[in-house]
T-cell receptor, first 114, second 114 residues
Framework: DAGVIQSPRHEVTEMGQEVTLRCKPI?????LFWYRQTMMRGLELLIY????????DSGMPEDRFSAKMPNASFSTLKIQPSEPRDSAVYFC????????????FGNGTRLTVT | AQTVTQSQPEMSVQEAETVTLSCTYD???????LFWYKQPPSRQMILVIR??????QNATENRFSVNFQKAAKSFSLKISDSQLGDAAMYFC???????????FGQGTRLTINP
């Protein structure tokens, strides 16, 4: 089991550019989550999917953020256009469909927008 | 809405000693789950221990144990025989039943002094 795989590990971009973060969940997991971690706001849930379908995107901060899950083994989080305040660590996590099963997190992507 | 509060931004302990990290939460649910996650410098979020609210017995995992006080809505983590590898950020989190939305506290940074 390779765990949740995120790429890139670090991303530095200029304000206004499009940023795409990628995630491969653990095989067989039905749930996929995107979290954002900042010093000011801690860990925030942005969106989560069940069986590739977005269930709750109420945490997505603005229309500049979008997430997709085209298949069970891949998800993207896109920010367009990016702004300096988007700088954070973005985590992807997955879990199986057992009741209240724990989340397995990836190593995160540290995004810096200059 | 559920909230989680960790009142200790930083804690330190001597190697081999015992340390307790505090966590309080607020929820209107009668049944829920509580978790402690560890985030070492590698950045990955690692599940340390979890507790089902309907269970009176406190969960234990090797050197890690919790003191769950349901009436007081308190969920502290005790680390016995602290080791240098325990140095990390520790996050308390809660999960409502039939929900996949994990709500995190702000974290406590634990330093282990050799």
């Amino acid at each position: 089991d390779a765990g949740v795989i995120q790429s890139p590990r670090h991303e530095v971009t200029e304000m206004g550019q499009e940023v795409t973060l990628r995630c491969k969940p653990i095989s067989g997991h039905d749930y996929l989550f995107w979290y954002r971690q900042t010093m000011m706001r801690g860990l925030e849930l942005l969106i989560y999917f069940n069986n590739n379908v977005p269930i709750d995107d109420s945490g997505m901060p603005e229309d500049r953020f979008s997430a997709k899950m085209p298949n069970a083994s891949f998800s993207t989080l896109k920010i367009q256009p990016s702004e300096p305040r988007d700088s954070a660590v973005y985590f992807c996590a997955s879990s199986d469909d057992r009741y209240n099963s724990p989340l397995h997190f990836g190593n995160g992507t540290r995004l810096t927008v200059t | 809405a559920q909230t989680v509060t960790q009142s200790q931004p930083e804690m330190s302990v001597q190697e081999a000693e015992t340390v307790t990290l505090s966590c309080t939460y607020d929820t209107s649910e009668s049944d829920y789950y509580l978790f402690w996650y560890k985030q070492p410098p590698s950045r990955q979020m690692i599940l340390v221990i979890r507790q089902e609210a309907y269970k009176q017995q406190n969960a234990t995992e090797n050197r890690f144990s919790v003191n769950f006080q349901k009436a007081a809505k308190s969920f502290s983590l005790k680390i016995s025989d602290s080791q240098l590898g325990d140095a990390a950020m520790y996050f308390c989190a809660t999960l409502a039943p039939y929900s996949q939305k994990l709500v995190f506290g702000q974290g406590t940074r634990l330093t282990i002094n050799p």
